[in-house]
């Protein structure tokens, strides 16, 4: 068998790159992508920032405010989060990455693993030309570009793609682990959040080097025998996570309860609505199209009814989504003149993913042998 071959892909600064790709001119300024609370004009948190910005310390997570302070001198753009188009950008990168491997997991809007044990057969210049080829793909169609990380597992592909930000590519072989994570942050192992840090910090391991050192028993003693093994192998670049390719659910819902047992539909509709967004955002985040809408109707005497329609063709878009919720509702309302709702509900099946079924990888190893 090849030896297994994974990439990890991670788009560099990715909602403020969207922005600048929706308004090119803004480029070569300080971006700030600010999710704002609502409460005073200026309230809330930054989500993410180019790299320009990020010359003045400007980053996820601070304050809008303190951010306003600190591009003061600049000529910075603060833009509030348009999810819909990260959304659709992301769809679209991840059908690009789902044809160059074997198995996919989309882990994030904006971070995927590709096991391409098979189509690189084992070979570490195939990944690389592969790894090239997806940063090309990814530029040409979206204009975005990405991080990549190349090695012989999960843990160090994406300790790897982070190596080099942004627009980097970094192998990380076999013999190179003990090299590669030598110096490295004992925080950059993902699941190592601030209170293992800090546990660590206190019997002096700050890199994972250093963690490298401590013995499997007193890691499993300070952290529990799940996170002390994970910490013990993980510092040894080891990790045997396959790939996941995710399942496809069979339906998604959202169910709300009403102020008040109500039939009036002027104050039911803006609750289906809300729920329909939300079950609109969780079917983008997966990738999903539905071929069904129903409602669900949870009355005062706790009887449960439902109605479906089948849509003329699948869907995913909020519009189609509401609507048809909408239609169901008044359908119920008016063909049950004694009830009373006490909760209501949205939910669609019929769930498929488009597209990416389709391989390139047969055609790209016949390009590369050549
Ligand atoms: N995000 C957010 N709030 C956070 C972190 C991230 O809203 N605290 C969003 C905005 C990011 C996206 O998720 O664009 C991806 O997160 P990353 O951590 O990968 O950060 P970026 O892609 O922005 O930057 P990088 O170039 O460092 O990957
Ligand atoms: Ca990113
Ligand atoms: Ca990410």
């Known amino acids: 068998m ?23 001119s803004i480029r070569a300024k300080p971006v700030v992508v600010c999710v704002y609370s609502g409460r005073t004009l200026d309230s809330g948190v930054v989500s993410t920032s180019n790299y320009e910005a990020r010359k003045y310390g400007v980053k996820a997570g601070i304050a809008i405010l303190t951010a306003k302070k600190q591009l003061a001198s600049t000529d910075a753009i603060f833009l509030p989060m348009n999810r819909p188009l990260y959304h659709s950008i992301s769809e679209r990168i991840m059908t690009i990455l789902r044809e160059y491997c074997d198995l996919f997991e989309r882990t994030s809007i904006d971070e995927a693993y590709l096991d391409v044990s098979e189509n690189s057969t084992g070979s570490y210049e195939t990944a690389e030309t592969i790894g090239r080829s997806i940063k090309k793909a990814i530029l040409r169609q979206e204009q975005i570009t990405c991080s990549i990380g190349i ?55 700050k890199t994972i080097d250093e963690l490298s050192r401590l013995n499997p028993i007193v890691l499993q003693e300070m952290f529990g025998r799940k996170l002390g093994t994970f910490l013990y192998l993980a510092a040894r670049g080891e990790d045997d996570e396959p790939v996941h390719e995710k399942e496809i659910p069979t339906q998604i819902s959202r169910i709300g309860t009403l102020k008040e047992n109500t039939r009036d539909i002027d104050s039911i ?94 055609f790209f190893s016949a390009e590369v042998a050549r």
């Open 151 to 205: 090695a012989p597992n999960k843990l160090l592909a994406k300790l790897a793609s982070d190596h080099m930000k942004p627009n980097g590519m970094t192998i990380v072989t076999a013999e190179q682990i003990h090299r590669f994570l030598n110096n490295q942050e004992v925080n950059r192992i993902p699941g190592v959040g601030k209170k293992v840090e800090e546990k660590l910090h206190n019997c002096n391991v």
């Open 269 to 362: 509709l803006p609750v289906l609505s809300e729920l329909a967004k939300s079950l609109v955002e969780k079917l983008q985040d997966e990738q999903m199209n539905c071929k069904s809408v129903s409602i669900i109707a949870i009355l005062s005497n706790l009887a449960i009814h439902t109605r479906s329609r089948t849509l003329e063709s699948s869907a995913k878009d909020l519009r189609t989504i509401d609507e048809n919720a909408q239609q169901l509702l008044r359908e119920f309302i008016e063909s049950t003149p004694q009830s009373t709702l006490r909760r209501v509900g949205v939910k669609v099946t019929g769930l498929s993913r488009p597209s990416g079924q389709t391989k390139i990888q047969s």
């Open 2 to 24: 090849a030896q297994r071959l994974i990439i990890h892909v991670d788009l560099d600064y990715f909602y403020a790159q969207c922005e600048e790709n929706a308004n090119p």
